[in-house]
């Protein structure tokens, strides 16, 4: 089971803000802008809803297109010199 401080990951109704922002580390560097986004396609696929008899999506959100996110890519140096990448789900209502 997959948990978001400590509460069970539910779906969050549309249309929702998703704020994805990379902290790059020791001896790496920052994305241009469009590398970026582009690399947060497969993050975004990874949350929402499953398509029937296809496998993956997390269920987290019903659809990636922008009629239903609206997203926002953000990146910073890691203060702790460490890669990670933190993603932020909200709904709009």
């Known amino acids: 089971m997959l948990v978001a401080y400590g509460d069970d990951i539910v779906l969050i109704e549309s249309p929702v803000n998703?704020?994805?922002t990379r902290y790059y580390g020791y001896r790496k560097r920052e994305m241009d802008e469009d590398n970026l986004y582009g690399a947060c396609k497969a993050l975004i696929d990874a949350i929402r809803?499953?398509?029937k008899g296809?496998?993956?999506g997390l269920g987290i959100?019903?659809?990636d297109s922008p009629k239903?996110?609206?997203l926002d890519v953000r990146q910073e140096k890691s203060p702790e010199k460490q890669s990670l990448v933190?993603?932020?789900v909200q709904?709009?209502?």
């Open 91 to 93: 709904s709009q209502q």
């Open 49 to 51: 809803v499953r398509n």
């Open 18 to 20: 998703v704020k994805i």
């Open 68 to 70: 239903h996110v609206s």
């Open 86 to 88: 933190k993603i932020r």
């Open 61 to 63: 959100i019903e659809d």
């Open 54 to 56: 296809k496998s993956g």
